[in-house]
């Protein structure tokens, strides 16, 4: 399992000041709700653990939502059957859903799916 840091996710500060100001004591405490979140996470779900970026969706999250209301929110988006598997690694899953996103795109924007 990676090691998780809350500095692993730069765009965070940003997120903060473009949101709530840039006030350096408040960007500090939502770094340390996210740190808490995410290592509550690890304790509540150890099967699943820390996976890349996962701090970018919590981070996201903890911006609208107080530390405890932004855990339960995360949880519950990473138990949705999607995030699961994308965080547990299922490739064959993954890859259906990105040729399921493919044959969309390709049939509704034919000239923008061009482009990629």
Do not use: W
Not at 11 to 40: P, R
Not at 87 to 113: A, M, T
């Amino acid at each position: 399992m990676p090691a998780f840091n809350a500095d692993d996710a730069p765009s965070f500060e940003n997120i903060v000041e473009s949101n709530e100001g840039n006030d350096i004591d408040h960007i500090l405490h939502k770094k340390t709700s996210l740190m808490n979140l995410i290592l509550s996470f690890l304790v509540y779900r150890p099967d699943v653990g820390y996976v890349k970026h996962m701090s970018f969706l919590a981070g996201t999250i903890l911006v609208y939502c107080e530390e405890a209301e932004a855990f339960i929110c995360f949880a519950n988006f990473v138990h949705q059957t999607l995030f699961i598997k994308l965080y547990r690694g299922y490739i064959q899953d993954i890859k259906l859903r990105i040729d399921l996103f493919d044959s969309y795109f390709l049939e509704y924007l034919p000239e923008l799916h061009q482009h990629f």
